[in-house]
């Protein structure tokens, strides 16, 4: 491509708005332009990256016995009802209606639209296993949309889908699926960290994020540096020790005035904060029309964690309580506790149901109970770990310190199970004559995020620094004054040679170019000028090197495959080495 005819323009500042490297970056390059929030234009540079991580993908998902097909982002709202997400997933899903007034979606994901597939095709266990997968826009209506390409509305996703006669065969499909991963990203030049997650709203058993390590991440991830246990945030356990044993004593109430946290109460008391009852209430709304009142109870040294929260009370969504619904139920905010209420379900965190002789509130404004114990003097409608992790926290598997991480989600893999087969009647007739349900995985890949994470971890203070695998363009071709016509002649040579080049013809003073140049950051610069031509040489230089050298004219193209195969070659190793198992 000659930069002269190249649709879209370099910036030399980006956006006042725009805070995230990989944004200012994206923009300044001309990968990518804003047409509203979370929705976003690829330029033709911008394009050409996401059909080179695009082909990666592809051959690691056809590696694997792919098949790739493409499903509508248009779903009629049907098979959604079926699944029973329509009630489930809230305004994140975009619902309309089409002109004979029948209820459509736009897909955040395609189970629904595979399944209703699956329950046309699939009739025989011969049929079975069968892997299939698309490249195709989502929608997701987030209500924050931020940082670029990493949080947006509109988006690019591989989505695949594996379909089992049973168990074992899912579990191998999901084992190829989270090696092919590791082998996609380090193809990419990213190492990624693969972590346990909760399975959300595409329901199932197991589940793996796969998690790009950077401090703009929106995902906290519990790590053990000691035996490798790792897991997001949403799902991590810890080691609890068991508390001493001791008699229970009765229960006293005692005046606790101006005392509604945690930490007035243990300061006034003088006690150690593991020696209270946190009260916590939420609201859970369960579908549309269904809310109800829970009273999260925990010990006072650990917070909830309102994805184990949500999944113990069966919840889509969890929103703080009001104070008009706390003292609906007979309940004092800031001296709640779990005695005497009503019309409430109370979730109780296991370190409730272990510590003796707790401080609790008394429902009474300026009281709390000493000695409240679980079982004596209330229960809970669940007992169930909904405690957050945190650093420092005892490893749950060999009780070192948990560390904390911060991630982008790149990718994910669930194990479906038949949570899909059964509600859509995706049934299949073994070799045995009976009828069973198509055993089901999807795994995801966000193309957009994975481009943005990329430019987020290869730049320096000129621009990008594109490893060459995902490169736009591999090699950077710049013609100064006096180089034109061999300028010209070796544009034309490195296109034969099968190179993708952009040619710089436009010009422009030298630091104007080579700032563009440095900017779009292609792994390979060559440089012709009056200068380069009286020594019968090109100038080149490597964009993640400093300095610059010579190469003969006539030896310029094969010193470029040279350093093209050097480039590639420590991906390509990366790309070989067998991840751990997923666990």
């Known amino acids: 491509m000659r930069m002269s005819q190249l ?60 098949q790739e097909l493409l499903m509508p982002v248009v779903n009629t709202a049907d098979i959604w009802k079926e699944s029973g997400r329509w009630d489930v997933i809230g305004p994140e899903l975009t619902r309309f209606t089409d002109r004979q007034e029948r209820d459509m979606v736009l897909a955040m994901t395609h189970e629904e639209a595979v399944s209703d597939l699956v329950r046309q095709e699939v009739r025989s266990y011969r049929q079975l296993p069968r892997l299939v997968y698309h490249l195709q826009t989502k929608w997701r209506d987030d209500p924050r949309p931020r940082a670029g390409l990493i949080r947006v509305r509109e988006f690019t996703m591989k989505d695949s889908y594996s379909l089992d006669r ?15 991963y590791h082998r996609i990203f380090a193809r990419c030049g990213l190492d990624v960290l693969a972590v346990k997650s909760d399975v959300g709203m595409m329901g199932g058993k197991v589940a793996h994020e796969f998690m790009y390590l950077t401090p703009i991440g929106e995902d906290t991830l519990m790590v053990c540096p000691s035996c490798g246990f790792r897991a997001n945030r949403q799902v991590a356990a810890f080691r609890r020790d068991a508390p001493e044993r001791e008699e229970l004593l009765g229960a006293e109430e005692v005046a606790t005035p101006n005392s509604s946290t945690i930490e007035d109460l243990a300061r006034l008391l003088g006690v150690p904060k593991s020696r209270t009852a946190k009260a916590v209430f939420m609201v859970a709304e369960i579908n549309d029309e269904e809310e109800k009142l829970v009273f ?23 929103r703080p309580a009001r104070a008009e619904e706390i003292a609906a139920v007979g309940a004092v905010p800031g001296y709640a506790s779990p005695a005497g209420l009503r019309d409430v379900e109370v979730i109780a965190d296991l370190s409730i149901e272990s510590s003796p002789n707790l401080v609790a509130g008394a429902n009474r404004e300026g009281f709390h109970t000493r000695n409240v114990n679980y079982g004596r003097d209330f229960t ?67 193309v957009g995020r994975l481009l943005a994470s990329i430019a987020e971890e ?23 004054k006096g180089g034109g016509e061999e300028a010209d002649a ?31 950051g292609f792994p390979v610069r060559l440089t012709v000028s009056k200068r380069s031509l009286e020594a019968q ?40 080495r067998s991840p751990e198992t997923a666990g």
């Open 7 to 66: 649709f879209g323009q370099t910036l030399r500042e980006a956006p006042a708005d725009v805070d995230v490297t990989s944004h200012k970056l994206l923009v300044r390059a001309g990968c990518i332009r804003q047409l509203g929030a979370g929705v976003f234009s690829y330029l033709p540079i911008g394009w050409r990256a996401v059909e080179k991580i695009s082909a990666i993908i592809r051959e690691e998902m056809n590696r694997i016995g792919g």
């Open 458 to 480: 290869f730049n320096d203070e000129a621009g990008l620094r594109w490893p060459v695998s995902v490169a736009p363009y591999r090699v950077h071709l710049v013609a100064l």
């Open 490 to 520: 070796l544009y034309e040579e490195l296109l034969a040679a099968g190179i993708d080049v952009l040619y710089d013809d436009r010009g422009e003073s030298p630091g104007v170019m080579f700032n563009d140049a440095d900017l779009l």
């Open 537 to 576: 040489s090109v100038e080149t230089k490597l964009r993640h090197e400093a300095d610059r050298g010579l190469v003969p004219r006539a030896e310029a193209v094969a010193w470029v495959v040279e350093q093209l195969r050097a480039l590639q070659a420590p991906l390509d190793a990366a790309a070989s």
């Open 166 to 180: 049973d168990e074992a065969g899912l579990d191998r499909q999901y084992d190829r699926h989270y090696e092919a």
């Open 296 to 318: 999260a109870v925990i010990r006072g040294d650990l917070e909830v964690n309102e994805t184990k929260l949500a999944n113990a009370a069966g919840a889509r969504a969890l």
């Open 380 to 446: 809970a409608n669940v007992v169930t770990d909904i405690a957050a992790a945190q650093a420092g926290h005892p490893c749950p598997v060999c009780g070192n310190p948990l560390e904390s991480h911060r991630g982008v989600e790149l990718g994910n893999i669930f194990k479906l199970g038949t949570r899909y087969s059964e509600a859509m009647n995706c049934y299949f007739l073994d070799e045995d004559g009976k009828r069973k349900p198509v055993i089901m995985g999807s795994y995801g890949i966000g």
